[in-house]
């Protein structure tokens, strides 16, 4: 993959260098939260791909860190895989997690919206919970090919008693949570499995899985 990287770059200068030679435009300035060389395009994250090469590679641009492993993605053998880092002994099962859902999906007043995964959380317990860690997977059910992701939920909590809804797209929203915008689950037209791995310190990690149709073939309430 590193070997990869490094070849999409050189061709993208390449690119660059030939339109320029050629009497073509001048890129651009960049905007100020880029670091982006002027050869190389837009660098929003500053780990040292150009966006239009994390197009191809399937990284995210707005994520040094694609797969939340902890490895800048320039130097990640795979980055979109990360190992689950998740470990716990505990067998109490303190909230569960249900209503998965990745098609068809709906907003708070019932309005129809992108497909994103989400998920309810309830905690039936008198304590609030908090910190809570999430590592999930994408599979092609039709190749085998796997992507796994790994983030922390840091301003995820849900109150004793309560339920609440996680959303895992790029709105920005409260209980929205960033995604890989070049991931499988927007790239990929096979069908899809996805499966959640969700933990908060001192309690068995919950899991569940949903399926995505394949692209245009989608259809009822997953």
């Known amino acids: 993959m590193k070997a990869k990287i490094f070849t999409l770059l050189t061709l993208i200068v390449f690119g660059v260098l030939v339109l320029a030679a050629c009497g073509g435009s001048q890129p651009a300035a960049q905007p100020a939260n880029s670091s ?8 929003t994250d500053g780990d040292g791909i150009p966006d239009s090469a994390e197009a191809v590679l399937g990284t995210d641009p707005n994520n040094a860190d694609t797969d939340g492993d902890g490895q800048n993605d320039l130097a990640d053998q795979d980055p979109v895989w990360a ?5 716990e002994s505990s067998t109490t099962a303190g909230f569960a997690i249900n209503g998965l859902m990745v098609e068809n999906n709906v907003d ?3 309005a129809a919206v992108a497909d994103h995964l989400e998920f309810k959380v309830s905690n039936p317990g008198n304590s609030d919970l908090s910190n809570f860690e999430i590592y999930y ?7 085998g090919a796997v992507q796994a992701y790994y983030r922390t939920l840091p301003g995820f909590s849900v109150k004793a008693g309560e339920t609440q809804t996680l959303h895992f797209d790029n709105t920005g929203k409260p209980g929205h949570v960033s995604v890989n915008p070049n991931s499988a689950f927007y790239t990929d037209v096979n069908a899809l499995t ?3 791995y969700l933990h ?3 309690m068995v990690p919950q899991t569940d899985s949903v399926a995505k149709d394949p692209a245009g073939a989608e259809g009822g309430v997953e």
């Open 36 to 43: 982006a060389s002027a050869s190389a395009g837009p660098d």
């Open 83 to 87: 190992d689950n880092p998740i470990q």
């Open 108 to 110: 708070a007043d019932g």
């Open 137 to 143: 997977t994408i599979t092609d059910q039709d190749t």
């Open 194 to 196: 996805i499966e959640v």
């Open 200 to 202: 908060t310190p001192g």
